[in-house]
């Protein structure tokens, strides 16, 4: 009857259970049956060790998963703290940006200003020159005449000499070339800017001079001038 019962336990499981239930009965012992009942244990030993093995092993992934996603979970979250702290600073810095533009309109609106005023002071600038050179050109023709009537009258009041004529008109001639040269370079320079506030003439140079100076002043009255007040006078045949 041992050795029917050790006959029935053919699969690994049921060796392994009749091994244990027998273990230490001489009848199963002595049986054919117990080198197989063996050989099914240690295999089912084998086969528990793998599995466990295979448990350890996946339970090591798992962990090795979960830690990963421990740090990426950190790391998400420092990243939406500073997220957070440049969305608290966005206001601010939107509110100096529209500070500085709100700063640059009104600085382009007095430059506008500015311009307006500079064109209008270069259109009196320009209506003054026109009215000084008309007056100029006025003032010449009446001189010519009168200087032409009185060198008649002379002639015929105190006839004088060819010799005496020619040193008359060569006094003419140098009275009318200091006239053209400018009075504050010793004439080294003719005269080419009119300051349109008083109506003086000087040559360019020492106007420039002048304003290098930082000493904006006509030297003739002290009358003060701006760049936009020097008219250059062209003397045309």
């Known amino acids: 009857m041992a050795e029917a019962m050790c ?3 053919s699969t690994p499981a049921a060796a392994a259970a009749a091994a244990a239930a027998s273990y230490g009965s001489p009848l199963c012992a002595s049986s ?5 009942q063996a050989e099914a244990l240690d295999a089912l030993r084998t086969a528990f060790q793998a599995q466990v093995a ?6 090591a992934t798992q962990q090795s998963a979960l830690d990963h996603a421990f740090r990426r979970a950190e790391a998400l979250q420092l990243e939406l703290a500073a997220l957070q702290t440049a969305k608290a600073s966005h206001p601010v810095l939107i509110a100096d940006l529209q500070a500085q533009l709100e ?9 506008r200003v500015e311009s307006k005023a500079d064109q209008k002071r270069l259109a009196a ?3 003054a020159l026109q009215a000084l050179r008309s007056e100029l050109a006025s003032v010449s023709r009446d001189l010519e005449k009168v200087s032409g009537a009185a060198e008649a009258l002379r002639a015929k009041l105190h006839p004088r000499s060819d010799l005496q004529r020619e040193q008359q008109l060569e006094e003419n001639v140098e009275a009318l070339e200091s006239e053209l040269y400018c009075p504050l370079c010793n004439q080294a320079r003719k005269r080419d800017t009119v300051l349109a506030g008083c109506g003086h ?4 140079e020492c106007v420039a001079e002048l304003e290098a100076n930082r000493n904006r002043k006509c030297p003739s009255c002290a009358t003060k001038f701006t760049s936009g007040d020097k008219l250059t006078i062209f ?3």
């Open 235 to 237: 003397l045309t045949g």
């Open 125 to 127: 600038s320009d209506a």
């Open 54 to 59: 295979i448990s350890e092993a996946r339970a």
């Open 201 to 204: 003439v000087f040559c360019c």
């Open 7 to 9: 006959a029935e336990t």
């Open 103 to 111: 700063h640059a309109r009104a600085l382009i609106s007095e430059l």
């Open 32 to 36: 054919p049956h117990s080198a197989r």
